[in-house]
């Protein structure tokens, strides 16, 4: 018994209220569950991920791990290490108010000038270092050589030399084929003469100072620590063995560790001799200074020289005693440092080791700085894993690069020299290698994906299935689960017997058409075709992500409905045309019923296949071919018989005509169905059907 009705009453009372009237552009497809279930990017899901995830961190990070080690011993990062030491000196806030108890006194180019002659001679030189003593330098440090008379006045400068024990001259040491340059001939063999030997980087800059040298035979001082043991005799600091390392030296409040030649980001230094860093703490312009001719003039104050050390040396240009250091380059810093400010500041760093505890630059043991160079490099690794996005993962590295070089700047500040180029570049090339290697996954993962959901997804369903495939995709392939969906079911009825009065060229032709026709139309409404067989089409609204919400059920639903009404108009178009032609016209049954059903993927690695299962799904298929017999088909204005099952007409809301057809038992089945058939949009909704599909084939047509 069929009786027909706008609308089913009992349809309308039960549905949801209808929602404002939307604009006519394409559905947004409703991919996630929540408004929270943002993807996050990338971020491994379960156990079996995480391992792979741990996996893959521990393998990228170990491989640049490795690359960075062979480089680091071979010495390729040295320079760039260097270089940022450097930087640390220089970006060292300024030395305290207090100034070191060192004094220099400088001879220029205009000293020079007045002297009328260079070398200075023994009578100049020797009435500057006795107004030095007569001033009460407690030492004195000549940083000019005299190991030949320079006359007039070279019994004078030897009478001076002898008779003021607080006077330190200076020496070279003897090199290959260098004879040296011996001390003044009156203090040969004392303990008052010292080396000025300097160590030198390959870069020409000096970081180190040279403390002894021992040829098998004595061991000799350098001249600013000769100068600062004797100023520290006066406070009773003498040099000592260290109690727990006997073979390092320990000056009053502080153990000099020697460096060794993989100290901070040297990588097989000369370490010969006892070598210490520099720490240049008191900045590149510390020192008091007073002028060569104003000494001898008388024209200083005598509280800059009392009590303090007093270093006698070169500044002039014209003659080539300067060094390039970490403040070389420096904005408003001179070019080089002089030999006698050089030596400065070595004597001050040694008075502050022994006075105030300041001990020298300390560095990490090589196990030590391996692992904090690996730690970096699994953290680049695994920043993949843990950003949302494209550019949150770049403004992380660079974050975590300004971290780094933060950090290790703070503890150069607290003493500590800790290697930053490494890990680094460790932190960058892992997060690169490990970028390079997601980007190439996901490139795989979106085609297995994509496999399983057809050619015929729409490009902006497609795009919403992979951001959100983390919501049903573990392992490269769908959970299993349970949802409620739309299950779309068409055929072409009457189709064996066409098949048999056409040649299978023409046949195939025609199927194409009808095919080409046709299945646009359903990624065009958010559904995902799931299965082709011969002429029929199974396609399901509500895949694969799980809807959570009535509206969003309630939106498949329709969704599916307008899109058997969009296939009609196109079967409409096309019988027209295959009228013209000669061809058989088409009539297609559609079955349409929403409920509960499983979904997840069948198949091996080679060939997976996507499909959904379940009772709503069987009587999906038998509510198409109900009655198929009876089918008769209005080819050229309503070749569709378009029939949907209660549950599905609760959700439409009344916007649509449908003709309830009765309760029916269909094949199989145990309790019937009521079985409504629809004829197109209802009023107001008609309307905007309209707009809406036509902005559905524009893009359709436009992809």
Request: glycine share 8%; net charge neutral; proline share 6%.
């Amino acid at each position: 018994m069929r009786s027909r009705a706008s609308s089913s009453g009992d349809a309308a009372a039960t549905a949801p209220a209808a929602s404002s009237k939307q604009s006519a552009q394409p559905p947004a497809f409703i991919v996630a569950p929540s408004p929270s279930a943002t993807f996050r990017y990338c971020a491994p899901k379960g156990a079996n991920e995480v391992r792979s995830a741990l996996t893959a961190v521990v393998i990228a990070g170990g491989l640049v791990f490795a690359v960075l080690f062979g480089l680091r011993s071979t010495g390729a990062l040295e320079g760039l290490e260097l270089a940022v030491y450097d930087w640390q000196v220089r970006l060292r806030p300024a030395a305290p108010a207090k100034k070191p108890p060192i004094v220099l006194v400088t001879i220029t180019d205009r000293d020079i000038a007045e002297l009328g002659t260079w070398p200075v001679p023994d009578e100049a030189l020797a009435r500057a270092l006795e107004t030095l003593a007569r001033s009460g330098a407690r030492v004195i440090g000549l940083d000019i050589y005299r190991d030949v008379p320079v006359p007039p006045g070279h019994e004078a400068l030897n009478a001076v030399l002898a008779n003021n024990p607080q006077i330190v001259a200076a020496t070279l040491l003897p090199r290959g084929e260098n004879p040296g340059v011996r001390p003044p001939s009156v203090l040969a063999g004392s303990d008052r003469v010292g080396f000025t030997d300097t160590v030198v980087d390959a870069d020409a800059r000096v970081r180190r100072s040279l403390l002894m040298l021992d040829d098998g035979k004595t061991v000799f001082y350098s001249l600013p620590f000769r100068v600062a043991l004797l100023y520290l005799q006066a406070a009773g600091v003498t040099p000592q063995s260290d109690a727990q390392h006997p073979e390092w030296l320990r000056l009053g409040r502080s153990t000099l560790q020697p460096f060794e030649p993989n100290d901070g980001g040297y990588v097989r230094a000369d370490a010969g001799g006892y070598q210490l860093l520099i720490d240049y703490r008191d900045g590149p312009d510390a020192f008091a200074e007073i002028g060569f001719s104003q000494l001898l003039a008388g024209e200083f104050d005598r509280r800059l020289v009392k009590d303090r050390v007093a270093l006698v040396g070169v500044a002039a240009e014209s003659v080539k005693d300067s060094f390039y250091t970490p403040f070389t380059g420096t904005l408003g810093a001179k070019e080089s440092m002089y030999g006698v400010a050089l030596y400065g500041h070595m004597v001050s760093q040694l008075l502050r080791a022994a006075l105030a505890g300041e001990r020298p630059l300390a560095v990490l043991p090589d196990s030590a700085e391996a692992l904090w160079t690996l730690l970096w490099c699994l953290l680049g690794a695994a920043l993949v894993f843990v950003t949302r996005s494209a550019w949150r993962f770049a403004a992380a590295a660079a974050a975590g690069l300004v971290v780094l070089i933060a950090g290790v700047h703070a503890l150069f500040l607290l003493g500590w020299w800790i290697p930053s180029v490494p890990p680094a570049l460790g932190w960058v090339a892992s997060a690169g290698v490990m970028s390079a290697y997601v980007a190439s996954r996901e490139k795989k993962e979106r085609a297995r994906l994509m496999s399983l959901f057809s050619a015929y997804v729409s490009p902006e369903l497609a795009e919403a299935i992979y951001r959100d495939r983390s919501h049903f995709l573990a392992s490269g392939r769908p959970i299993p689960q349970r949802l409620t969906a739309t299950v779309y079911f068409c055929d072409v009825g009457g189709f064996t017997t066409i098949s048999e009065t056409l040649e299978p060229p023409v046949l195939m032709g025609w199927l194409y058409g009808f095919m080409e026709a046709i299945t646009p139309v359903v990624g065009a409404h958010g559904g995902v075709i799931l299965r082709f067989s011969g002429d029929s089409i199974m396609a399901v609204f509500g895949v694969p992500v799980a809807r959570t919400r009535d509206e969003e059920i309630a939106r498949d639903a329709v969704n599916a409905v307008d899109c058997a009404l969009a296939m009609q108009n196109r079967l409409v178009a096309l019988n027209k045309s295959l009228q013209e032609r000669g061809l058989p016209l088409i009539g297609m049954r559609i079955g349409i019923l929403t409920g509960p059903m499983t979904a997840g993927s069948l198949g091996t690695e080679q060939r997976m296949e996507y499909n959904c299962h379940g009772d709503t799904v069987n009587t999906g298929a038998r509510l198409e071919s109900f009655q198929r017999e009876h089918f008769s088909p209005d080819y050229l204005h309503e070749p569709c018989r378009i029939l949907v099952g209660e549950p599905t007409l609760r959700l439409l809301a009344g916007k649509f005509h449908t003709e309830f057809l009765g309760d029916f038992q269909l094949k199989g089945k145990v309790k019937p169905l009521r079985i409504h058939r629809v004829h197109g949009r209802s009023g107001a909704a008609a309307l905007e059907a309209a707009e809406v599909n036509s902005a559905q084939e524009s893009s359709a047509a436009r992809r």
